[in-house]
């Protein structure tokens, strides 16, 4: 298929998806966060409360998006939609099936990871543009967070680069079709770099238990303080959509991508994608949020040096068991 | 150039032209204030008019964070293509990494010890 259109009808429908996707999420995670706290959650409009997304889409972009008077214009208009070009463009190497993929980049995970420590500037954009104190506090501290857990979210997806000897998303799903997936397979490096990726992707996602950038308790709303409307609709948005990329990239490297019996590639990979998903919501509303010298210390003392041993002995695994054979 | 670079590139556009379209959008859907006091634009700071410039000095600690960042990232780089190589090269390749963590492990004992690290 020509290169441009193929990017084009999968843009259109991968973000699509995804966008719709995000939106229902936010419904069900007010469900279902309501239902673990014994409340009922959203039910006014539609069907057990269906159409909340809908209303809050409309309600978002009624509304007047201010501009402080302090604050520098041009970053602050651009920094919200920036973090949802991120947040979506990371969608573009991640196979959904065999062939159901935009772009098969040969160096897909690096992409990945080049995109997702990307976003780690329009946060500091949207913070530092508001000219607000907690905005700058929320910022410092996302900037601080954000570049930490870079390192061991790399070295954990090095782990099934390793494995696999290819940076294609794709080939590292064929390798596990073929050899078992990295969860559960090689027993060891495999599982323990998901046990570090999800905490560290959740980290550059600034997902509860990992949002000190917004921690509302004590910076009021941190980065997006000073965002009304749109650009805080934008900016909670990139939020989920991150949330989704990152499960859609944990169920490939390491549960196999589209593997799966019975049923086509394309289900099985949304169900694990959802089913992670659905996990991290949990997550979210099972933990409290970490403090901030909490949040470093456990990276860089436990993280940090572990990722490097998960690194060294996915090496030996390979040059053991594949390198002889 | 790779095919596959040119469907990213064209991805990256659609997606920007999404996220762009829903500012513009929001800018002429949104209703506007029709009364605006001096107040409207200031930013938030508890209801007290705020007190000078937010963009403060801020505690040396994030530039170590950052600079001890930059030293492993770089790391990572190099991780990356011993990856890919590494069963072409078999035992040479591990043992020079293996060298190669251990220095910076070193460095990362010497960070901890100097509590560059340490956040209180």
Redesign the interface.
């Known amino acids: 298929m020509n290169p441009w259109l193929r990017g084009l009808i999968y843009a259109v429908v991968v973000i699509n998806v995804f966008l719709t996707i995000t939106a229902w999420s936010i419904w069900f995670e007010r469900k279902f966060s309501g239902r673990m706290q014994s409340r009922l959650g959203p039910t006014f409009y539609g069907p057990m409360g269906l159409l909340q997304p809908v209303v809050d889409g409309i309600k978002l972009i009624q509304k007047e998006f201010l501009i402080p008077i302090n604050a520098d214009r041009l970053l602050f208009v651009i920094a919200p939609p920036l973090t949802v070009v991120l947040a979506l463009g990371t969608a573009a190497v991640v196979p959904f099936g065999a062939d159901i993929i935009a772009a098969d980049l040969d160096i897909g995970v690096l992409y990945l990871l080049a995109l997702g420590s990307l976003t780690i500037i329009p946060v500091w954009m949207s913070g530092w543009s508001s000219n607000n104190k907690y905005a700058m506090l929320g910022a410092m501290r996302a900037v601080a967070q954000g570049v930490s857990y870079e390192i061991p979210l790399v070295l954990a997806s090095l782990v099934p680069v390793i494995l696999a000897g290819s940076m294609s998303l794709s080939d590292i799903v064929r390798f596990q079709i073929k050899h078992g997936w990295f969860a559960f397979w090689p027993p060891g490096p495999g599982f323990f770099a998901f046990l570090f990726f999800l905490p560290a992707s959740l980290a550059e996602a600034n997902r509860i238990p990992f949002d000190i950038p917004e921690a509302e308790s004590e910076l009021i709303a941190g980065v997006s303080t000073e965002y009304t409307g749109m650009g805080f609709g934008l900016l909670y948005l990139a939020e989920y959509l991150h949330t989704l990329v990152i499960s859609a990239v944990a169920s490939v490297l390491f549960f196999g991508g589209w593997d799966g019996p019975f049923a086509p590639g394309l289900h099985w990979m949304v169900l694990k994608t959802l089913g992670l998903f659905a996990g991290i919501f949990w997550v979210r509303w099972s933990l409290v949020r970490f403090r901030s010298d909490q949040l470093m210390s456990i990276c860089w003392r436990y993280l940090v040096p572990g990722g490097l041993i998960l690194v060294m002995s996915a090496g030996l695994w390979v040059h053991f068991h594949r390198g002889s054979g | 150039m ?15 032209v ?3 379209s ?2 513009i ?3 002429i ?5 029709k009364r605006r006091t001096k107040l ?6 508890c209801g007290e008019e ?1 007190e000078g ?4 000095k ?1 505690h040396p600690r ?1 530039y170590v ?2 600079l ?2 930059v030293l ?2 770089v790391e ?1 780089v190099f ?2 293509t011993w ?2 190589i ?2 072409d090269l ?2 040479l ?2 043992v020079d ?2 060298l190669f ?1 251990g220095i ?2 070193l460095g ?1 004992v010497f960070a ?1 010890s100097k509590g560059a ?4």
């Open positions: 790779n095919q596959a670079w040119i469907s990213t590139l064209v991805f990256l556009v659609v997606s920007a999404l996220a762009a829903v500012m959008a929001a800018r859907l949104g209703v506007a204030s409207t634009l200031t930013t938030y700071e705020p410039p937010a963009w403060l801020f994030y964070v950052a001890v960042f492993f990232d990572a991780l990356f990856a890919l590494l069963p078999g035992m390749a591990i990494m293996f963590i910076l492990l990362w901890l690290l340490r956040w209180q």
